[in-house]
């Protein structure tokens, strides 16, 4: 006997796609039409709220989103510091050179702002404001992995819930600390130059390390031949400019990496709070992350032509990303290929194949042999404690057994509770800068 290939998922079609499609439709009427979006907008919330917690009493896997609700956490937890680290970098990248060399640094040469221009003259009126168009946003795509994560109370995707937003967070946490790695690596200057003036109030003149190691050789050719051949900062700068040091406390050692000015406010909180958006975060672009990441996770967990849509706007926003100059185009092209690969790197927490990972497969090929050589024995009484032995491995009747008694009466409407919670602090706490 010879246990068959495991089957994919079956899920319901309950109309997902067509559900994205209008939040997407009706949320761009805020640019159109301000009063209509007023009065669809909340229809259409109220609309999916109710066709989520209709679908409560009859969700049969409760079990499955109990076991995963301790790596869910873990993954915000995860991402929190890694965000809060990005944050401290996004600053640094800025205030470590100075307001002054943003000032007078030109940004790189982007073959795909060309590209994109030459466009704008070859292209029809029409398709040239398409482009344009904000269609979609950070908070867009958010939104869209949401729904994506609530219908599996339709069975429109594999179960659980928790896996997936797990699978997306951790994803997206470890993608946020590579970013924050690389454009803290090398620092570019902003496709905008007068962004740093604008966002940050930083002291005008570099680091002191900077005026050690970095400004004397920026330009000069032949200082930097010197410096390449002595293999070291000969140049005497003298007393560096000082710096501004308020009391943090345990947290002074930020005060290199912030370089606050007096005007800023006594605590490195609120400077923090300032560095929702760079201008130097440049390689990768973390919107484009969290394009690809909630693009990745609509076509493995649902698929069809939705799939194809929400690519086409991930492309949408990569170059608007570019032609408004909020990022060089290597920003957006390494953001894809890099959300991508991590994507296809977790599947661990989560993924929509079912394999013999699974409790109930993998307790069934453990006792094939023996289920074999009972039946070849004629020993029924074997067969049926094997058989046994597989049922009360089910994974609804483990989690009935004790934890359906205890936890089954809350845990729905705790779970419920705790999503919301999160859409509405992430759509309050999280700005288009993220």
Not at 348 to 375: C, H, M, P
Request: aromatic content about 12%; proline content about 6%; glycine content about 6%.
């Amino acid at each position: 006997m010879r246990l068959p290939a495991p089957p994919r998922p079956t899920t319901k079609n309950a109309g997902l796609g067509v559900a994205a499609i209008s939040y997407i439709a009706i949320d761009y009427l805020r640019h159109v039409s301000p009063a209509w979006h007023s009065r669809l907008m909340p229809v259409l919330w109220i609309f999916l709220a109710l066709a989520a917690l209709a679908r409560v009493p009859y969700y049969r896997h409760w079990s499955e989103e109990f076991r995963s609700l301790i790596p869910f956490v873990a993954s915000i937890v995860f991402m929190l510091a890694a965000l809060l680290y990005e944050a401290i970098s996004v600053r640094s990248v800025t205030a470590v050179l100075g307001l002054q060399w943003h000032r007078n640094q030109p940004p790189l040469p982007d073959s795909g702002q060309w590209i994109l221009l030459a466009l704008n003259e070859k292209l029809p009126s029409a398709i040239v404001a398409l482009l344009r168009a904000p269609i979609i946003g950070l908070h867009h795509y958010l939104m869209l992995f949401i729904m994506l994560a609530f219908s599996v109370l339709c069975d429109s995707v594999k179960a659980p819930g928790f896996g997936l937003g797990a699978r997306y967070m951790f994803t997206m946490a470890i993608g946020r600390l590579l970013r924050a790695i690389s454009f803290a690596s090398t620092i570019f200057p902003s496709p905008r130059p007068w962004c740093a003036d604008g966002r940050f109030r930083v002291p005008a003149h570099p680091h002191p390390w900077l005026q050690k190691y970095y400004i004397p050789y920026q330009s000069d050719h032949i200082a930097i031949r010197q410096v390449i051949r002595l293999d070291e900062a000969y140049v005497d700068i003298g007393k560096p400019v000082g710096e501004y040091r308020p009391n943090w406390g345990a947290m002074s050692f930020l005060i290199d990496f912030l370089r606050p000015t007096a005007s800023e406010g006594p605590t490195w909180y609120s400077l923090l709070k300032k560095a929702e958006g760079g201008c130097n975060d440049l390689i990768y672009s973390g919107h484009m992350l969290v394009a690809v990441l909630t693009a990745m996770a609509w076509t493995e967990a649902y698929g069809g032509y939705s799939s194809a849509l929400v690519w086409l706007l991930v492309a949408h926003s990569a170059q608007r990303e570019v032609q408004e100059r909020h990022h060089y185009s290597v920003d957006c092209v390494v953001a894809i290929y890099v959300g991508i690969l991590l994507w296809k790197m977790t599947g661990f927490l989560w993924s929509n194949t079912v394999t013999y990972s699974d409790r109930r497969l993998a307790k069934l090929k453990k006792i094939e042999g023996r289920l074999i050589q009972a039946s070849k024995d004629s020993n029924m009484d074997k067969v049926r404690e094997l058989l046994k032995q597989l049922e009360s491995s089910d994974e609804e009747s483990t989690f009935s057994k004790g934890r359906a008694n205890k936890y089954g009466r809350w845990f729905p409407f705790a779970v419920i509770g705790f999503a919301l919670a999160v859409v509405l602090l992430a759509f309050t706490l999280t700005s288009d800068g993220f």
